[in-house]
């Protein structure tokens, strides 16, 4: 079971600051989208509301049809892992995993017990004694074996090291073959996390900037590379977002799909046409005037 | 095993097991202290109180403490279990009723307890019933008992009202919602003896039906306030 997401005209401000302008998606369930946007772009208020952490004020919500605001159903389908602070929380690991069986209609006990160990949490310590990683780890152990119709991680691999991480992402590929859900994935480690997205918002200045699949993602970007003159010539009417020279050669990342024609004309040229990676549309669609 | 699904039943037996545990632990340190009281201080303190008198004022507070304690320990860990927040505003009525009823119950069992075993005043004799009237004893007994809970209740309900005011608005609108605590525990005081803030005490001679309900008027606000203030609060992360 998964969960749909629709939100239109999603509008928040916090104060006089407008911190989602106006938001329209559409998130397919059953899929793992990556929410990515710079800090501050308004990742987690998108989140929280789509979590009935926080009320629409202005726009609306519709999460399996319905609004999710104080709605048992959907409230009960939706689980939030976010960065959480460790230091009030005195329960024992084992039985904070042994209670989530008569919360979570979906829970699998062993499922979580096997990912704890897998991840290396001392199940006899208290969540407060655990490393800030260790606790991350808790947290996202809750959320896959929690088996959520609509799972949302937000920036919740914290604290984790390297090893721990990649263990993590190959649980969420394993668990999507078994157990199909909507998962959100709001991140900044966009290069070693795009290989599991399946769909991809990129949110700046609480606007939706990009919004599309992984696959047709990496067909709107490309790199040109050849000498400068003709890349110049050649990319003068494409849109450019970023641009590095060495000597006399050049390259430039293109934002746009590139058509049979103009790709014939660049192999007569012979410059060099490449793929774009999500990290680099990201880092370079979303950079600042100042940052170029 | 089928998952609970987070009603205000459910969630009301929780956290009244929950709270029970640290009431019963509350309520056996005073106790011990009580007794210590009890020894130490000679026959001529320990004739005239009863462990109900020499526990009321510190229920109250320690309910009032409860009431905080609602909102910080455990709203975010409900809601983050998927609980809306109308359930579980339902569900922190129903166990604050509960516990202030247990409490009650608790103390004037050991009241008598203790006024058999050690031979110190019970709750009737501090109410100066000596007749063997069965009528007198039992009105005077439920009068305690109703004038408690509500008491406590209304303890119990300030704390939670103080403890959202500051988790929903800024500390301004908190430290008004302290002083309408104050009002409120002034206005309780006027309606029943033994609470630790009263107005026009020496006026205070209300019939019990009257103070009932008013006392029932004073809960109904902070309930509707409560629930005003917890329909559609952010929760923090």
């Known amino acids: 079971m998964a969960y749909s997401i629709e939100a239109s005209n999603l509008t928040v401000y916090y104060k006089k600051f407008k911190a989602l302008d106006r938001v329209n998606l559409t998130l397919s369930p059953g899929r793992v989208h990556g929410i990515l946007g710079r800090n501050g772009a308004g990742k987690t208020t998108l989140l929280t509301h789509l979590a009935s952490f926080q009320k629409v004020k202005q726009g609306s919500i519709l999460i399996d049809g319905e609004d999710p605001f104080e709605n048992e159903r959907i409230m009960r389908g939706t689980t939030f892992i976010y960065d959480k602070d460790n230091s009030y929380d005195y329960e024992k690991i084992d039985d904070v995993l042994k209670e989530l069986i008569y919360f979570r209609p979906n829970f699998d006990e062993d499922y979580a017990r096997a990912l704890a160990k897998k991840f290396k949490i001392p199940m006899d310590k208290k969540a407060d004694q655990l490393s800030k990683g260790q606790y991350s780890a808790l947290q996202v152990t809750i959320g896959l074996a929690s088996r959520s119709p609509l799972t949302i991680f937000d920036e919740a691999y914290l604290g984790m090291d390297a090893p721990t991480r990649e263990l993590f992402y190959k649980e969420i590929l394993r668990e999507q073959e078994r157990h199909p859900r909507t998962i959100l994935f709001s991140t900044h480690l966009v290069s070693e996390m795009e290989y599991l997205f399946d769909e991809v918002l990129i949110i700046d200045k609480g606007r939706v900037l990009l919004q599309d699949t992984s696959d047709q993602l990496l067909e709107e970007g490309f790199s040109i590379t050849g000498p400068k003159e003709d890349v110049d010539a050649f990319a003068r009417e494409l849109k450019i977002i970023h641009e590095e020279s060495l000597g006399g050669t050049k390259s430039v990342m293109v934002f746009g799909a590139l058509t049979e024609q103009e790709q014939q004309e660049a192999a007569k040229l012979g410059l060099e046409i490449g793929t774009l990676s999500l990290n680099n549309l990201f880092i370079h669609l979303t950079k600042e005037e100042d940052e170029v | ?237």
């Open chain 2, 1 to 237: 095993m089928s998952a609970i699904i987070l009603t205000p039943k459910k969630i009301a037996r929780l956290l009244f097991t929950e709270q029970l545990k640290w009431s019963i632990w509350f309520l056996s340190f005073m106790f011990v202290i009580y007794i210590g009281f009890l020894i130490f201080s000679g026959d001529s303190i320990a004739s005239f109180i009863d462990v109900v008198h020499f526990s009321n004022g510190s229920i109250s507070i320690y309910l009032f403490v409860i009431g905080i304690l609602a909102m910080s320990t455990f709203f975010r860990y409900y809601i983050n279990l998927g609980a809306t927040r109308k359930n579980f505003f339902l569900g922190v009525i129903a166990s604050s009723m509960l516990l202030t009823i247990a409490i009650t119950v608790i103390i004037t069992f050991l009241s008598f307890v203790i006024h058999f075993i050690a031979g110190t005043p019970s709750i009737l004799d501090m109410a100066n019933i000596r007749s063997s009237n069965l009528l007198d004893s039992i009105l005077t007994l439920l009068q305690f008992f109703i004038s408690s809970v509500m008491v406590y209740m209304i303890y119990y309900l300030m704390g939670w009202m103080i403890s959202l005011t500051f988790y929903r608005s800024s500390w301004l609108y908190g430290l008004l919602s302290i002083a309408a605590a104050i009002v409120i525990a002034g206005i309780t005081g006027f309606l029943w003896e033994g609470t630790h803030i009263s107005f026009f005490s020496h006026i205070s001679d209300l019939p019990v039906l009257v103070s009932i309900l008013l006392s029932l008027l004073i809960i109904g606000l902070l309930f509707t306030i409560n629930y005003r203030l917890i329909k559609d609060v952010t929760v923090k992360m």
